[in-house]
């Protein structure tokens, strides 16, 4: 990373490597497609560079290259999202076509993986991201907190939130409601 | 579809919700781990666990992404990214967020209209405005090129976060550029080192103002060390000096540290000032 930082160019060549399976993990759940999570990751990948200068050591690399990436992730979104939508994959001209579908039934991987990306999508950011962070860039609350800028505790809670809001959303039938739920508690 | 931006909804979670949340992520309290163990709570946190897996199940970057991001992430690398020094403050000065380049290729340009002009008004000596108009084009074309490059820095950025960050970013971008490639800074073992080199360089000191500001046009002139320039920290600005006093504004590695190093004529004689990259003052003294 210093050497990086110092304008060796294969030391920033095996950064750049060594982070992008993940930063590629982080947006496309953030994006939920893979065409967004391309753009999303090359415009991180170029801030990383732009901005390694600026890493001052007091945070893990990860956790800065992390932040960074979120930030370039996000604002790629928010920048799409100003422009006509594309249609969802559920709702795309192919699936029109097939109606009734001919076709065999997906394969259930993809199924699943396109259920995980619509829930994520309906979840609001402030749920989304710090789920993505934790499962996905493998962070703890207190490193989430950092790259976020909000506290440890609103981070825990943001993530418990978050899931039950997916689980719902994932499995709407086998969710007990608050009022149905046994407590622990009196 | 809910709006991804909404504010987190207020109110208070649920605490088993919560408690076996934390627990999946082993970021329960010692006092809450016990808790944790409660039938309910383990069912809770069973079920967050199936949400987390499939969360994790990310599809893998189309062939062909890494290399293609890499490269293009390394073109970058090589045109525009000059390497910052650790700790430095990335708060520019107003001076330092305006493009030097492009100012100093605007004011040539203003100048060479003026001639321009002059030459037309002069009468008929065709031949002078044919060198004036040659000396125009040519400015044009550099001036076009910086102008490009100022603006490749912008938009690039511009693309990558929001405006203001992009505004920071590019006038960063601009004022690391024109510190120079890395590999074209100068390096010394020591600060004597670097004297040594800067008294070979200046001559004997100037015995009066005059000459002394003549001196700093001169260099000025020459382009490498105007007052300003190659000055990241605002070093000229930060040391109070009189830029008529100014001999050399330079950024070269001592060490492993990069600093910005100003020579000046004060009233004990020249004197050697290095400022670093949190521009603080790490070096002053008679050179």
């Not at chain 2, 944790?36 to 189309?62: K, N, S, W, Y």
């Not at chain 2, 009189?242 to 600093?259: I, K, Q």
Request: hydrophobic share 40%; aromatic share 2%; with cysteine.
């Amino acid at each position: 990373m210093a050497a990086a930082q110092r304008g060796d160019r294969a030391a920033m060549d095996v950064l750049l490597r060594r982070h992008h399976e993940r930063i590629w993990a982080i947006c496309r759940r953030l994006a939920g497609n893979d065409a967004d999570a391309a753009d999303a990751t090359q415009e991180a990948m170029l801030l990383i560079v732009r901005r390694i200068g600026t890493f001052d050591g007091r945070s893990q690399f990860t956790t800065w290259a992390h932040r960074v990436a979120t930030n370039a992730c996000l604002d790629e979104l928010r920048r799409r999202s100003r422009r006509p939508a594309a249609p969802l994959p559920d709702d795309d001209a192919e699936g029109r076509r097939a109606t009734p579908d001919p076709s065999p039934p997906m394969d259930q991987a993809v199924s699943d993986r396109l259920a995980v990306d619509a829930a994520l999508a309906a979840l609001p950011e402030d749920f989304r991201v710090p789920i993505v962070l934790r499962d996905l860039g493998g962070h703890d609350y207190a490193q989430i907190a950092a790259i976020l800028d909000i506290p440890p505790g609103t981070v825990r809670s943001r993530i418990a939130r978050g899931r039950a809001r997916l689980a719902e959303l994932l499995d709407p039938g086998n969710q007990p409601t608050p009022a149905d739920r046994p407590t622990t508690r009196p | 579809m809910t709006d991804p931006r909404t504010p987190a909804e207020p109110g208070p979670v649920d605490p088993d919700l919560e408690l076996a949340s934390a627990h999946l992520d082993g970021e329960a309290g010692p006092d809450e781990r016990a808790r944790a163990e409660d039938p309910v709570v383990r069912v809770r946190a069973a079920e967050l666990a199936a949400v987390a897996e499939r969360v994790r199940d990310v599809p893998a970057p189309p062939a062909g992404l890494l290399d293609d991001h890499v490269a293009r992430a390394l073109q970058d690398f090589d045109a525009d990214a000059t390497v910052v020094p650790l700790g430095r403050d990335r708060k520019a000065s107003w001076s330092q967020r305006i493009p030097l380049g492009a100012v100093a290729a605007a004011l040539v340009l203003v100048a060479l209209v003026g001639v321009v002009g002059l030459a037309s008004r002069a009468g008929d000596d065709d031949d002078a405005a044919d060198t004036a108009t040659a000396a125009l084009e040519g400015s044009e074309d550099e001036a076009a090129e910086r102008s490009a490059g100022a603006a490749d820095d912008a938009g690039g950025t511009a693309t990558a976060g929001d405006s203001g960050e992009a505004m920071e970013e590019s006038a960063t971008l601009e004022a690391e550029a024109d510190m120079g490639a890395p590999g074209m800074r100068a390096a010394y073992d020591s600060y004597d080192a670097l004297a040594d080199d800067l008294r070979a360089e200046l001559g004997a000191p100037a015995p009066s103002a005059g000459q002394t500001s003549g001196t700093s046009e001169a260099m000025a002139d020459d382009g490498t060390d105007a007052a300003g320039d190659e000055d990241p920290c605002g070093a000229v600005g930060l040391l109070e000096l009189d830029p008529a006093s100014v001999l050399v504004v330079r950024t070269v590695l001592v060490g492993p540290e990069l600093v910005t190093v100003v020579v000046h004529d004060a009233e004990d004689g020249r004197r050697l000032v290095a400022v670093d990259g949190s521009c603080t003052v790490v070096v002053d003294r008679l050179l």
